[in-house]
């Protein structure tokens, strides 16, 4: 094997482990490997996804966020709010995906201008926007929209088949892919990340490089509670807590380094599968809920440190 | 690139909007009443239960109940926990769905925020059962909670028997509004309205919380010395009361409380507290899987189906 052939391998490590996991999936439980059961699990992955998506440039910069469920919390009851004062559902919706991105924002003027390192930046705006969006629902669930076009952005289905979640999880990751993958800005998050001087001294505006991908990240968040708020037809303020963590666990199970500088969006879309197919199977085997933690966790271990052995 | 992915993007979205619609791929097909069916034929019923957090003991017993009487009667049973997230519940029933079970207990994490899934269930032939907390906005098949308006009445009448059937009493209600404070409040009120001996000092709320109760209590004991019994809609309160009136050096106050917390019983083994009413999520559990036993028969169920209550005391 040549070490190019090697490399390509390395880096369909996440494919291979979807495949393997589902195969075995197959095999114990007949109901995993149905059309209907496979589109079930692309829609409740969608949701860790979407976040996830923006998550892998944050961490392809080298940095963090940990403030995405909280800006999924805020923009949702925000969206919530707007919609019960009579505002456009979908007026409100387009505000509250703004909103989620002025937040993210928000936390990339912190960590590019007031040189903050970006987990305590998203630290404190994950705990701000917690209580924000605890005090704009005065701390109980939003409920009773009524609004049938609002219920289809994360309920409704494309040709009667399709659920419009994973059609937006996958129109996302294209635009991701090719952002990544096609222009300049790609290229110079690659470069900040990679060693931020390096693109400095070569003339990245590393600045405003970190301000977008933290808007991206928080615009995605907000999309992410969108398809959320319009699932569960509430607007819970304490929704989304612990989302950060999977979100960086798809990342990371994806093969993007937290060090930055090198990963992949579609690395990231095989790992939250990944994550979504495990909970799915585990819940069909009806394994206790005590040991799907369990092993949710050796395989995230494992396939990071396989990741790492390979990269010796 | 640009040029092949503009359009196609642009036709996908054409496409989809032209294409979208509410109904899924299954549910176009008249209510498939074949999944119980099928799960009969094979002698076994499975049973899913979906409850909100395993972190608290409450739910650890809810599920003792409906594992032990599961096995008595040969029922699989799938639990799925939804660790207190409305979505991570909203995705692990639909995971039952798919298991195609033929009855889903359900311990909403949110009561409102069920209501899709649960119709979701229904819309494809799986009775559904909703455990201590209602579902609100879906139909189920029966629900299964405390009796807290039986727990009211007991707390008044164990109140009135230690009081000799008369007294100067204080009632600490929960949050305004909550399901639990109304009925706890209304079988208490049952007992005590309209008797000549019996007068209600005050009644105020102290939102379930010891720290309010306490300070609830202060200021309630600056008006009435005479004070010779306590009610609260909870065992927070009822101990916040407690160390109120011990403040003031109160004696022979009657105080009582409700859910049965450590504390509590400690408490009322201590012989501080008099009493607390005890709810029994063992029986919520096992009378979950009797009434999905019968749901799975074809046989009619009650639409609400009481626990009863038990009451602690020295």
Same mark, same amino acid.
């Given at each position: 094997m040549t070490p190019k052939q090697k490399a390509t391998l390395q880096r369909l490590g996440p494919f291979i482990a979807l495949v393997l996991v589902s195969v075995g999936l197959a095999v114990l439980s007949p109901?995993? #490997?149905?059309v209907a059961n496979l589109l079930n699990v692309m829609r409740q992955v969608s949701i860790n996804a979407l976040i996830a998506f923006g998550m892998t440039l944050v961490i392809l910069l080298g940095g963090i966020d940990l403030s995405v469920g909280s800006i999924l919390a805020l923009s949702s009851v925000a969206i919530a709010t707007l919609i019960q004062a009579g505002v456009n559902p979908m007026l409100a919706t387009l505000l509250g995906v703004i909103g989620g991105g002025l937040m993210g924002l928000f936390n990339g003027l912190v960590i590019s201008? !007031?040189?903050?390192a970006p987990f305590i930046a998203t630290l404190a705006s994950m705990t701000i926007l917690r209580g924000l969006a605890l005090v704009v629902s005065g701390g109980s669930p939003i409920t009773g929209f009524n609004s049938d076009l609002f219920s289809m952005l994360g309920g409704g289905y494309v040709a009667g088949l399709l659920p419009i979640p994973v059609l937006w999880m996958l129109i996302m990751f294209g635009l991701f892919a090719f952002l990544l993958k096609k222009t300049v800005f790609g290229r110079h998050v690659y470069a900040t990340g990679g060693n931020e001087e390096a693109a400095r001294l070569s003339g990245v505006k590393v600045d405003q490089i970190k301000l977008w991908v933290y808007t991206l990240s928080g615009a995605m968040s907000a999309m992410a509670g969108v398809v959320l708020t319009s699932r569960l037809n509430s607007a819970q303020?304490?929704? %989304?807590? %612990?989302y950060e963590l999977d979100a960086i666990a798809a990342v990371v199970l994806g %093969?993007?380094? #937290?060090? !930055? %500088?090198r990963g992949w969006i579609f690395g990231t879309l095989m790992g939250a599968l990944l994550i979504g197919v495990l909970n799915n199977g585990l819940n069909l085997l009806g394994v206790s809920s005590f040991y799907q933690q369990v092993i949710k966790g050796v395989v995230i271990l494992l396939a990071v440190l396989i990741d790492r052995s390979g990269k010796k | 690139m640009n040029r092949i992915l503009h359009p196609l993007l642009a036709s996908l979205l054409v496409f989809g909007i032209a294409a979208?619609? /509410?109904?899924? &791929?299954?549910? +176009?097909? &008249? +209510?498939?009443?074949?999944a119980p069916a099928a799960a009969a034929a094979d002698g076994q019923v499975t049973v899913g239960l979906a409850v909100s957090?395993?972190?608290n003991p409450f739910f650890v017993s809810l599920r003792k109940g409906a594992e032990d009487e599961a096995q008595k009667d040969g029922i699989k049973l799938i639990t799925v926990d939804a660790q207190d997230d409305p979505a991570k519940q909203q995705a692990s029933v639909e995971d039952l769905i798919q298991k195609k079970v033929s009855v889903i207990l359900i311990n909403p994490t949110d009561s409102a925020a069920v209501a899709n899934v649960v119709k979701e269930a229904t819309g494809k032939g799986i009775k559904v059962v909703s455990l201590d907390r209602s579902v609100n906005g879906a139909e189920v098949s029966a629900h299964i909670a405390s009796d807290n308006v039986a727990g009211g009445k007991m707390a008044g009448e164990f109140l009135l028997q230690k009081l000799g059937g008369k007294g100067r009493i204080v009632e600490l209600e929960g949050i305004a509004g909550s399901s639990a404070a109304r009925e706890r409040g209304e079988g208490f009120h049952k007992v005590v309205?309209? /008797? +000549?001996?019996? /007068?209600?000092l005050a009644k105020q709320p102290a939102d379930f919380d010891r720290a309010k109760g306490l300070s609830v209590m202060e200021n309630i004991i600056q008006g009435n010395k005479d004070i010779q019994g306590v009610f609260a809609h909870n065992d927070e309160m009822a101990l916040g009361a407690l160390k109120a009136i011990q403040a003031a050096g109160l004696k022979n106050v009657v105080v009582v409380g409700f859910d049965a917390t450590a504390d509590a019983v400690a408490a009322v083994k201590a012989g501080t507290l008099a009493a607390t009413v005890q709810q029994q999520p063992e029986l919520i559990g096992q009378y979950g899987i009797q009434t999905a036993k019968k749901l799975a028969a074809g046989q009619s169920v009650d639409k609400f189906i009481p626990v009863p209550l038990n009451l602690i005391k020295q």
């Open positions: 109901d995993f #490997l149905t201008k !007031g040189k903050v303020p304490t929704a %989304g807590s %612990g %093969g993007t380094s #937290l060090t !930055g %500088g | 979208c619609s /509410k109904q899924g &791929p299954d549910s +176009a097909a &008249p +209510a498939a009443a074949s957090t395993l972190n309205d309209g /008797k +000549a001996d019996v /007068k209600l």
